[in-house]
């Protein structure tokens, strides 16, 4: 299936290298325009209440400040994800619903009047009682956030395959256990920002966003705006890990102050209020029941989820799903039922990030099948090879999963981690063990209704085909994902890779792409450049069989041609065109493009992407369809300190099937960031609140840990030869997400493993480690 | 201490002279302006970035007198008559640093924006320690959050360039 390419599988270096490495790159927040105002929310300081009256009246007086609004300026139309789940305004209409809400919004000349402006305006409440856990939320008679959700209950999820009670009471081993997850955060470092400005009925906004299309899809709708009278532009973005996909009040503030001041508006968050924004990981209460075989093989799984999810809905209806609907991707699981609920709180919101629903599940499977492993006396790499998913097969929910080799990931982790010579042989505060994971490489359907293609590419050679234009809205958040685009489309038209150049970032000049979400850009945007390509290779093949016709250097009818020269018998490589069967008659891709802009005029590629119908049919079956699947294990081996319960990992292996990989470099780079992300969730990160008032507490770096420099683990990230996907671009699949999801089930099995106490809540912090420990001794077992 | 005017309100403006890349700048600014912010806001040296603005994150690191600084969390009035070496001045013309040419060959990066700061911590210490150890190089960048790559290609890209000077 591997053929030998000119740049897919190569680690170029990044297109954004000089940019980012000299300072050049430019960020939302780094850009000026002449007369350009600041602007911030304003928000509310209670968790839940009725806004009785706002007093702006101090506030406007002060020198420097150009306008102030809230609700009774702006449209009153709700946004979410899903329709049926609108719930959220660009400013409380009526109540607030957490401590942090957005009320109004202040532009002034500058920032230091910006934050004089927010001290002077006065809100005045009717304090309504609010709930902060989903236990409060669910208690009859507890405080409603919205009218809309009776009971605070936002979602509801029952999926039923196969009959898990007569499974179960056949099982040889039936085992509960309880998990706990916690409410973390993207952490991202470049606050997010809007600025905005209009000419004439047309306004232009720049966005620290994930998707330029979503962001002016639901502007557009909230606003009433034609998509084509609102550009939404974007620059470099600092990360985003999920945090950057819905829009913000930042965006709609902006494009709204601009108009009425008519000046350039910036409006950012300071960092304290990135996390009050939220739309981090959902806190997960987990309840797992597992009946097996004696050889470990699962005969039926219930799980039963609640999400905790703050004040408004957003992807977390997406999360909800995504919490239950890949396991069976993972594990060929016939009797698999899942039960979800998802309440809201007077909390900021929670959200997609990083791996979406789906870690903290894995955290709880993967340590509660070592359990049972454990109860039978199977080893975990066993019990994972028993049940692991084989490729070219369909799962219990209907989902068609093409290559999949899970089982060679367990092995090949096993094997480079020395696990047989360690699991079981380690001394006493030395741990071992294994997670596996996965994920969608994209999504089957669009954020909403719509029957476009999910990604538009478009190639276009500028005149003296001195340079390629590769066109597409896919969002590079650091992944990289406009240098592998660029290195697909060079590999499909044969021209250098080095010549290319993204056009992107803009929804008036690039095309349609849905963005950088559920680890869909290689595959998607990268088949639909791919395809553009091809089409460009294909222009400068035939126009280059005309032009070696008309020069005589081709001897036509004889030998190899027994008839005319045609396209055909021309190849394209790296910027050569060339007969096949005589290389050394060769044209340059550069004269060739040249000669067709003479004749023809402009030379484009044109490509598209849709994955079509994706399979299962039950309700909700859209969330977890995917026209590929990637799989991967790690393994972690950790020193826990038996006195003080510091956790020290101390070496970590990551076996990732991901089919072909585009640019190695890059590749592991996503590997190494997931598996930082993900050690930094079990073992230190929690967003915290005082359980009073909802207030946040720790929005800041120094009280929201993450880990540094001197606490991450060497990576050694790996990859399975022959993995190749039939429905990606090349072969490919994904890697940035399903790379963070096995990570707390293999360091929270390595923490067992050492300390013999098996840990149920996260993070797992040396503090709980530690009293974990005391009560072990105390107990004296 | 520097001279100042004092505004219609009563506020005191210093007028101070940094050297800033070599070149030395003279502002007008109130005491309570921050570093970054006249790097960023009078200068146009966008490199450095604003994150945290608390001392956590470190994207706003630059050299003061050779030693890397949180620009956040030092006032400019106490840089007056300092050097300050930006991420922009630290190549030399068209030449990149041996660490901004490690950086990319390790794709030591990857959304940039911690990049500018981290950058500059690695030189700060090649500067002072030209053959550190791994441990030596993760202690001297354990000030800079970055939360894209784990730091993984960052520890190497910094060890090879102290290999190479």
Redesign the interface.
């Known amino acids: 299936m591997k053929q030998d390419y000119s740049y897919v599988g190569h680690?170029v270096?990044?297109n954004?290298?000089?940019?980012?490495?000299?300072?050049?790159?430019?960020?939302t927040?780094?850009l000026?325009f002449p007369g350009m105002l600041y602007g911030k929310l304003i928000r509310s300081t209670i968790a839940h209440g009725r806004i009785k009256s706002i007093d702006t009246s101090e506030a406007e007086k002060l020198n420097g400040v150009k306008a102030i609004i809230t609700a009774k300026d702006v449209p009153s139309m709700k946004y979410g994800l899903s329709p049926a789940r609108f719930d959220e305004n660009i400013f409380c209409i009526d109540k607030v619903r957490y401590n942090g809400d957005k009320i109004g919004a202040v532009c002034a000349v500058d920032e230091e009047t910006v934050y004089k402006a927010l001290k002077l305006i006065k809100v005045e409440y009717e304090e309504l009682p609010a709930v902060f856990t989903w236990q409060d939320a669910a208690k009859e008679g507890a405080p409603q956030i919205f009218d809309e959700y009776p009971n605070n209950l936002n979602t509801e999820i029952h999926h039923h395959f196969g009959d898990c009670d007569a499974a179960l009471k056949d099982a040889h081993y039936v085992r509960t256990d309880k998990f706990q997850g916690q409410r973390t955060y993207?952490?991202?470092?470049?606050?997010h920002c809007s600025t905005a400005y209009w000419d004439g009925d047309r306004a232009f906004l720049y966005s620290s966003c994930q998707s330029v299309h979503y962001v002016q899809y639901h502007l557009c709708r909230v606003l009433g705006m034609k998509m084509g009278n609102l550009t939404v532009r974007q620059t470099?973005?600092?990360?985003g890990?999920g945090g950057k996909l819905d829009p913000t009040g930042l965006d709609f503030t902006a494009v709204i102050l601009s108009k009425i001041t008519g000046q350039p508006v910036k409006m950012w968050y300071?960092?304290n209020e990135t996390f009050l924004n939220g739309r981090g990981r959902h806190p997960i209460t987990m309840e797992l029941t597992t009946g097996v075989d004696k050889n470990g093989k699962i005969l039926a799984h219930k799980f039963d989820a609640v999400l905790e999810g703050g004040a408004y809905t957003g992807l977390g209806i997406a999360s909800s799903y995504y919490a239950g609907s890949l396991l069976g991707v993972l594990y060929e699981i016939e009797n698999y039922k899942f039960d979800c609920r998802r309440f809201v709180t007077n909390l900021p919101p929670c959200g997609a990030q990083r791996g979406h629903g789906q870690p903290q599940p894995r955290f709880a499977f993967e340590h509660h099948i070592d359990l049972v492993g454990e109860a039978i006396g199977v080893d975990p790499i066993e019990m994972r090879l028993v049940n692991a998913r084989k490729g070219n097969s369909i799962t219990t929910a209907g989902y068609e999963v093409k290559s999949y080799n899970l089982v060679g990931a367990n092995k090949m982790a096993r094997d480079a981690s020395g696990w047989t010579d360690k699991k079981g042989k380690l001394p006493v505060g030395r741990g071992i063990g294994v997670g596996n994971g996965g994920f969608v490489t994209g999504a089957g359907f669009c954020q909403y209704r719509t029957d476009y293609p999910h990604s538009i590419g478009m190639v276009k050679i500028f005149d003296d085909g001195s340079k390629a234009y590769v066109y597409s809205n896919a969002v590079d958040?650091?992944?990289?994902s406009d240098t592998v685009l660029m290195q697909m489309a060079a590999e499909a038209m044969g021209y250098p890779y080095e010549r290319c150049q993204m056009i992107t970032g803009d929804t008036d000049l690039s095309t349609l792409d849905f963005g950088a979400y559920a680890s869909r850009q290689t595959l998607m945007a990268g088949w639909a450049v791919k395809r553009a390509a091809a089409e460009v290779k294909k222009k400068i093949l035939a126009k280059a069989c005309e032009m070696l016709r008309a020069s005589g250097r081709v001897k036509e009818g004889y030998g190899y041609l027994d008839g005319p020269l045609t396209p055909e018998d021309l190849d394209c490589v790296e910027g050569i065109v060339f007969i096949k069967q005589e290389p050394a008659v060769k044209l340059t891709f550069e004269e060739v493009a040249r000669k067709y802009f003479v004749d023809h005029g402009v030379l484009l590629g044109r490509g598209w992407y849709h994955p079509g119908k994706l399979g299962g049919n039950h309700k909700g079956a859209a969330v977890g369809t995917s026209p590929a699947y990637s799989s991967a294990t790690q393994v972690a081996e950790v020193q826990v300190d038996m006195e003080t319960g510091q956790i020290e990992c101390v070496d970590t292996w990551d076996v990732h099937d991901s089919g072909t990989i585009i640019n190695p470099?890059?590749f592991?780079?996503q590997v190494?960031?997931a598996?930082?992300?993900g050690v930094g969730e079990t073992i230190w990160e929690e967003v915290k609140f005082d359980m009073k008032t909802g207030k946040l507490l720790n929005g800041?770096?120094?009280e929201y840990r993450?880990p540094?420099?001197?606490d991450?683990p060497?990576?050694e990230s790996l990859t399975l030869d022959d993995s190749y996907e039939p429905n990606g671009p090349y072969g490919l699949k994904e890697v940035g997400e399903g790379a963070t999801t096995p990570t707390m089930g293999a360091v929270a099995n390595a923490i067992y493993d050492a300390m013999g106490v098996s840990m149920t809540e996260l993070p797992i912090t040396y503090e709980k480690v530690w009293r974990a420990l005391r009560d072990k001794k105390a107990s004296g077992k | 201490m520097s001279s100042f005017v004092v505004d219609k309100n009563g506020i005191k403006r210093y007028a101070i002279t940094m050297n800033v890349n070599g070149s030395d700048y003279t502002k007008v600014i109130k005491a309570n302006t921050l570093l970054v912010d006249l790097l960023r806001g009078d200068l146009d040296l966008i490199g450095t970035k604003k994150g945290c603005e608390l001392g956590d994150c470190g994207c706003c690191t630059v050299m003061l007198d050779g030693k890397s600084v949180n620009a956040c969390l030092l006032l400019a009035v106490d840089c007056d008559g300092r050097e300050i070496t930006t991420i922009e001045g630290i190549q030399d013309g068209e030449d990149l640093d041996i660490v901004q040419e490690k950086f990319i060959e390790h794709a030591g990066f990857q959304c940039g924006f911690c990049t500018p700061g981290m950058i500059i911590s690695s030189k700060a210490l090649l500067n002072e320690t030209p053959n550190p150890t791994e441990y030596e190089v993760r202690e001297a960048i354990a000030g800079n959050l970055c939360r894209c790559t784990g730091y993984v290609n960052i520890v190497k890209a910094v060890l090879d360039a102290a290999e190479d000077l």
């Open positions: 680690s270096d990044r954004d290298s000089y940019a980012k490495t000299t300072g050049h790159a430019q960020y927040a780094d000026k993207h952490a991202f470092i470049e606050n470099n973005v600092g990360a890990f300071d960092h958040i650091g992944q990289g470099k890059l592991h780079g190494h960031g598996f930082y992300m800041n770096f120094s993450l540094t420099a001197l991450m060497p990576v």
